[in-house]
């Protein structure tokens, strides 16, 4: 099955600086790259996604590239707030069928 | 609002008992998922749907099981609930070209 390994774990930046998390998967079979917000007490929402035919996808202060001959992809959030402050998961899978997510980045924006 | 629920938000309940997470969605959507959320923040797979009548275990092992018999629900039962449960419950739902929507999860906890 897929495999996808996130890193980092932890990712700490002060408030109007740049994060970046980082994706690998396995399958090069896999289409459909999502990522994930979890706020506390809440469930994962879905903030951007891209799909294999497309190299890169924005969205306001977000961003998501792939490259799908290395099979990795990589999530930007440009200008950090307080409230991007989260556990944000990547994930991937074939056809829109189940999902293999990462093991979640903690994401902490100073002020 | 929401078009995936779960009920209840929290329960703490004793060794041996017998309980039922639900999870309805109005999203008309055929493949819904139960996922468990270890304290590490990890996604796991235990239990998926793609339609009535049809359930499928998911990559981690569990001691739970689901049905399917309506669209809209896909309840988790664990027969004897032991300590080892401790964990929040989270149901998703997808449907075709999209990503997965949440629920905002059921923490479990057995004393």
């Known amino acids: 099955g897929e495999n996808v390994e996130q890193h980092p774990s932890t990712l700490s930046v002060q408030e109007g600086d740049s994060a970046v998390i980082k994706c690998t998967y396995s399958?090069?079979?896999?289409?459909?790259f999502p990522w994930y917000k979890q706020e506390l007490g809440k469930g994962p929402q879905l903030i951007i996604d891209?799909?294999?035919?497309?190299g890169e996808k924005k969205d306001q202060r977000i961003a998501v590239t792939l490259n799908k001959t290395a099979k990795h992809f990589s999530l930007h959030i440009t200008e950090t707030q307080p409230e991007d402050s989260a556990v944000y998961f990547c994930?991937?899978?074939?056809?829109?069928?189940?999902?293999?997510f990462g093991a979640g980045t903690t994401v902490t924006v100073r002020a | 609002e929401a078009d995936i629920y779960q009920t209840p938000r929290y329960l703490v309940i004793g060794t041996g008992k017998k309980i039922t997470l639900e999870c309805s969605q109005t999203?008309?959507?055929?493949?819904m998922y139960w996922y468990q959320q270890d304290p590490g923040m990890e996604l796991h797979l235990i239990h998926y749907?793609?339609?009535?009548?049809?359930?499928e275990k998911g990559d981690l092992s569990s001691e739970s099981t689901v049905s399917r018999i309506r669209t809209e629900h896909f309840p988790l039962t664990l027969e004897s609930a032991r300590p080892s449960h401790t964990s929040q419950y989270l149901c998703?739902?997808?449907?075709?070209?999209?990503?997965?929507?949440f629920g905002s999860g059921t923490r479990l906890t057995v004393v």
């Open positions: 994930a991937a899978s074939m056809r829109d069928y189940k999902l293999s």
């Open positions: 399958d090069s079979a896999s289409n459909y």
């Open positions: 891209i799909r294999s035919n497309v």
């Open positions: 999203m008309g959507h055929d493949k």
């Open positions: 749907s793609y339609g009535v009548n049809s359930t």
């Open positions: 998703a739902t997808t449907g075709v070209g999209s990503g997965y929507t």
